[in-house]
């Protein structure tokens, strides 16, 4: 640009509130606050408007000075934020206030500093402090090791965390007098039987995503009470126990409470790991709708037990678990039972379905020692599991009141076989007391559908074998009083092939 005029430099300086209308160029410095200004002059020279200018300097409030924030996006052409491609503008500090960030609220991550109260701290002020929607705020954790000791971290209702994931957000309980790492409570902070009196709304909406819940040793990590809608999604809950040793308290990953008038209810556990612990989920009240989807229980004592000490009389504990699934999960190395439904209360509509279960109920040692599954009361269902243990000669791996159906096999029936020989099934008499084995023999053209029903004791058995069949394919079925289902052939110059399910009701 071509240079008007030069001229002495001119500059004021004094208190920032004395700050006057400079004049064109003229600099002003406050000297209480270390900031520095120029004047703009006048309009009628060029000047977007008549005022002052603040230059930048370590004393300048930048936040103030950034007066508007629209959204542009990464395109060649802006994006229209506005009806009409007109644009909406909001100033910087709501920008930035859209989310928050724990560290914020001065904790640390850093594994050595305790960040209790600072957690408590940030989800207190971001969700109760001020009861409207419009003040609540998801809750962001960095990256790192929280350290929780003196306390228990408060999951208030409406409480959004968001970590960076479960390998990277680490919440580490190292305070073993505490009994939860965390726990939900009302709006007044309030817990147990208080939950939701003088007013206070009960613990709901509560959304976790990309947390791990670490307990140093002795510690259960979340206890959910009386809350309602609840989800954990990508979230670890991680201890210290080991297989194969002393239950001892029988230290919990998720406790799930209720009472006569708040259940816990609506809860989901999506991708989520339960480890090193006695117990993935526990719960004894009368819970309604918790379900897990691909999630993984490894290293437990037991994964889901259900109902142990539900009396039936209790205020909240009348009925015990109701519509507790858990469906596409993994179980492996459990000690005892992956599931455990026990015959207290009245616990119905809890169903187990497309899970994988690998070493479960053997005590770490490789041997079938109780059930995988048991289902001691009435009114629950398992279905389309896969077991990969042997429970032959052993333990079934469903036992007391329900379905359980063995995946698909095959074998091959040899030709001009005349004395009995194994089918290669073997049925558990002493606990599958009504078993289905539904079947296809293919021979040649010849097809066979058919159903062999089972019913008995090691003692006395039963079977008759209903068949329709477009050729006679020349098989004969027999079961021994040891459960091994055993076949003959006639000579016909082809083997045949058997593929079979079975349907066991124990």
Same mark, same amino acid.
């Given at each position: ?179 939860? +790492?965390?726990?939900?409570?009302? #709006?007044?902070?309030?817990? %147990? $039987?208080? !939950? *939701? &009196? ?34 954990? +999604?990508?979230?670890?809950?991680? #201890?210290?126990?080991?297989? %194969? $040793?002393? !239950? *001892? &308290? ?48 490894? !290293? ?50 809890? !169903? ?155």
């Amino acid at each position: 640009m071509a240079v008007v005029q030069i001229s002495r430099i001119m500059h004021r300086r004094g208190l920032y509130a004395d700050v006057p209308q400079l004049a064109a160029g003229e600099l002003g410095w406050a000297l209480d606050e270390q900031r520095l200004f120029i004047g703009n002059g006048p309009t009628s020279s060029g000047a977007p408007k008549i005022g002052n200018t603040e230059i930048l300097t370590s004393g300048s409030d930048i936040n103030a000075l950034l007066e508007s924030y629209t959204f542009i996006g990464n395109t060649a052409t802006p994006v229209a934020t506005g009806a009409s491609g007109s644009k909406i503008v909001r100033s910087y500090q709501k920008k930035l206030d859209d989310f928050a960030n724990v560290a914020d609220f001065g904790a640390t991550g850093d594994g050595v500093t305790d960040d209790t109260g600072a957690i408590n701290r940030a989800i207190k002020q971001l969700l109760s402090l001020d009861a409207t929607a419009d003040a609540r705020r998801v809750l962001y954790f960095p990256p790192g090791t929280y350290k929780i000791t003196g306390g228990e971290i408060k999951l208030y209702p409406y409480t959004t965390i968001k970590g960076a994931g479960a390998e990277q957000t680490i919440l580490y309980q190292t305070d073993t007098t505490q009994t939860y +790492l965390a726990r939900t409570v009302d #709006s007044k902070e309030q817990t %147990g $039987t208080d !939950i *939701g &009196s003088s007013g206070a709304t009960v613990p709901k909406h509560i959304d976790i995503e990309g947390v791990c819940f670490n307990s140093s040793g002795s510690n259960n990590l979340i206890l959910l009470d009386r809350a309602d809608q609840v989800r954990f +999604l990508d979230c670890k809950f991680k #201890s210290t126990w080991t297989q %194969g $040793t002393a !239950i *001892g &308290s029988g230290y919990k990953a998720i406790e799930a409470q209720s009472s006569g008038v708040y259940k816990t209810s609506n809860v989901l556990f999506d991708k989520c790991v339960f480890t090193g612990i006695q117990y993935g989920f526990n719960s004894d009240y009368d819970v309604e709708n918790v379900n897990f989807q691909n999630c993984t229980f490894d !290293i437990l004592y037991k994964g889901i037990k259900l109902a142990q000490n539900t009396d039936g009389s209790t205020a909240g504990q009348q009925t015990g678990p109701r519509y507790v699934r858990a469906v596409g999960c993994s179980f492996d190395n459990i000690d005892l039972q992956a599931i455990h439904i026990y015959d207290q209360g009245t616990p119905k509509g809890n !169903i187990f379905a497309f899970n994988n279960f690998g070493d479960v109920g053997t005590a770490n040692d490789g041997t079938a020692d109780v059930s995988i599954i048991q289902l001691a009361h009435e009114g629950n269902f398992t279905t389309h599991n896969y077991f990969t243990r042997s429970d032959v000669g052993t333990q079934a791996p469903i036992q007391g009141s329900g379905i359980h159906e063995r995946a698909l096999a095959k074998a091959t029936l040899t030709d001009n076989t005349s004395t009995l020989t194994a089918t290669g099934i073997t049925l558990d008499l002493a606990n599958e007391f009504a078993v289905n084995i539904k079947y296809l023999v293919t021979r040649d053209t010849a097809r066979r559908n058919g159903e062999l029903k089972v019913s008995g004791t090691s003692s006395a058995i039963n079977f008759v074998d209903n068949f329709v069949e477009n050729t006679t394919t020349g098989v004969t079925f027999f079961v021994t009083t040891g459960g091994i289902v055993q076949y003959k052939t006639t000579s016909t110059g082809n083997n045949a092939t058997f593929k079979y399910q079975v349907e066991a009701i124990v």
